[in-house]
């Protein structure tokens, strides 16, 4: 259920790749409702709770704020099942990939607190034929799994798209 989410994310950001790139403005500090993170975006984002059809203890919160050209989104999938993270996050992954058609680029395991986590580089082309470039941050937390995303178009400036990342992550 969260992949399929994700990938309709994916079609509906391909709607915005008509448009072109906002100028960088002035970011915001973005905490969560509950206080479970913080970080920097260019506006608030909007919530969506996503319910669990099979398991309503599961429970799916995104975060999302489109921009013309790119777009975030950041998420955490409460009361998961997680036995041994590292390979959790492997499947997480896996799933991803297949979910969204897409193709990983690269691969780094990272951590955050001590939390086992994956950085994902993605390329993928959108229902409509459009090119997106991804990276992709998941972190498996007790029962809890963290992951943020930048998403961008190809054809933006490579050094915007760059320093977008790196402000954002």
Known sequence: MRLKTF??????FSATLAYGIQTET??????????RFSLLLPNQPKLEVVP???NEKLTHNRFSEFEQGYAFVIEYFDNMSITDREKYLDGFRDGLIREINGTLVQE???SLEGYPGRELELSITTSN?????????????GSTLYS????????????????????YF
Do not use: H
């Open 7 to 12: 990938a309709t994310f994916l079609v509906l």
């Open 26 to 35: 002035e970011w915001i500090k973005f905490t969560s409702p509950e206080g």
């Open 52 to 54: 669990d059809p099979k």
């Open 108 to 110: 780094n395991k990272i």
């Open 129 to 141: 034929g459009g090119n997106v470039l991804g990276r992709t941050r998941i972190y498996a937390v």
């Open 148 to 167: 943020m995303s930048y998403l961008w178009r190809k054809d933006m400036d490579s050094n915007i798209a760059s320093r977008i990342s790196e402000r």
